[in-house]
């Protein structure tokens, strides 16, 4: 059995990008491993390092789900499940900050750059948000994982988690796996469709750049029809002259299962408006029957958090046993 872990926080709005670049990419990785037991939490813990308002992480938390059960997560072979669901995770996340030199987490560049965008951190920025590779490092460990799927941002922090367990075996005897790191290949890379050189951002305040996953048909044609593009009325690729008709080719070709080269030969003469407008039916043929599933899920919330309480009911039977090794180890009060 090949156990593959990975974490997603239910903050951001996920959008198009997400789901052709990273969504589906797991979920073939999941398909395509013999044997994979796919452990997928919605991280809601991480998500309180920093604040939030309560009814719009609740529902996120929910929106979340129904995104990944809609992208095709086999929910009853794999476990899908929220952080808090599962009080391990904080448990033994306290475990690993008691074990961590602060020195580990000073040097995490996320935290770093995250920090730099506060002003007067020091007072402003939670002790949670400093402590968190702690908390990923117990999701992971818990779990035995082999795999941890993640974009390059996180690759610091599973190399953290490894350390944690290294220290953690070294000290009480072996119990902990170290994981392996598994970067996401990023196969579609989708950028901003007003400011078509940047990524396309899950964080932006703006809204007009990314097609999110819940926006309504009109945004999405309407996004698409004010992309920013170029004078030259030609339907060519050229990522670096012409990054805004590239991006939407990019974006008409994951979408449609068509290669570049034939959508530059169709449209080469057609006009952006034309050629837009096709972008826009091909994106909301492509989205519709997602959001029709998604929408199933959400509408249904009693079968959706039968699912999640299932989901974290079966993480915690797997978590559980090795939080009580980990805590009598130590020396905890744990009665087995
Ligand atoms: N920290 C990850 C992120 O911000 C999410 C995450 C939490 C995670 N726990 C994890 C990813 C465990 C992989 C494994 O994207």
Same mark, same amino acid.
């Given at each position: ?16 990008? =997400? ?28 998500? /309180? ?23 095709? #997560? ?6 899908? @499940? ?61 779990? $035995?994982?082999?795999?941890? %799927? ?12 490894? $350390?944690?367990?290294? *220290? ?11 994981? =392996? ?9 989708? @950028? ?8 396309? !951002?899950? !964080?932006?305040? !703006?809204? +007009? ?10 945004? /999405? ?6 992309? #920013?593009?170029?004078?030259?009325? #030609? ?28 959508? #530059? ?23 519709? %029957? ?6 199933? @899920? ?15 009911? *079966? ?5 559980? %046993? ?5 805590? +009598? ?8």
């Amino acid at each position: 059995m090949t156990r593959i872990f990975t974490g997603l926080q239910p903050t951001n709005t996920l959008h198009i990008g =997400n789901l052709l670049g990273s969504i589906l990419p797991w979920q073939q990785l999941v398909t395509n491993t013999p044997d994979a037991e796919a452990y997928l939490m919605i991280a809601d813990q991480h998500a /309180i390092t920093i604040k939030q308002e309560s009814e719009v992480l609740h529902s996120k938390i929910l929106e979340v789900a129904a995104i990944m059960l809609a992208a095709g #997560v086999d929910y009853r072979k794999h476990v899908v @499940f929220p952080q808090s669901q599962n009080p391990d995770h904080a448990y033994v996340g306290w475990l690993y900050t008691c074990l961590t030199p602060m020195g580990w987490l000073d040097r995490m560049t996320q935290f770093k750059e995250k920090k730099e965008k506060v002003e007067g951190y020091k007072e402003a920025v939670s002790t949670g948000l400093f402590a968190y590779p702690t908390l990923m490092a117990a999701d992971i460990l818990l779990y $035995d994982a082999d795999m941890v %799927p993640v974009g390059a941002d996180q690759k610091q922090h599973v190399e953290l988690t490894s $350390d944690i367990a290294n *220290r953690f075996n070294s000290l009480y005897g072996q119990t902990f796996k170290v994981p =392996n790191f598994h970067t996401n290949k990023e196969t579609t890379k989708l @950028f901003d469709l007003q400011e078509p050189t940047k990524k396309m !951002s899950k !964080s932006d305040a !703006s809204d +007009a750049g990314r097609i999110s996953l819940t926006d309504t048909v009109d945004a /999405i044609r309407k996004k698409i029809m004010k992309s #920013v593009t170029d004078n030259e009325a #030609v339907v060519a690729y050229d990522a670096v002259n012409k990054p805004g008709i590239s991006n939407l080719l990019s974006i008409f070709a994951a979408v449609s299962k068509k290669s570049i080269a034939d959508l #530059v030969s169709t449209y080469h003469d057609a006009g952006y408006g034309k050629f837009k407008g096709d972008v826009a039916d091909a994106v909301i043929s492509y989205l519709e %029957p997602f959001q029709q599933k998604m929408n199933a @899920f959400l509408s249904d919330k009693a079968e959706l958090q039968r699912i999640l309480d299932d989901g974290a009911a *079966r993480a915690y039977k797997v978590s559980h %046993p090795k939080t009580l090794e980990a805590a +009598a180890k130590m020396g905890l009060y744990i009665h087995a």
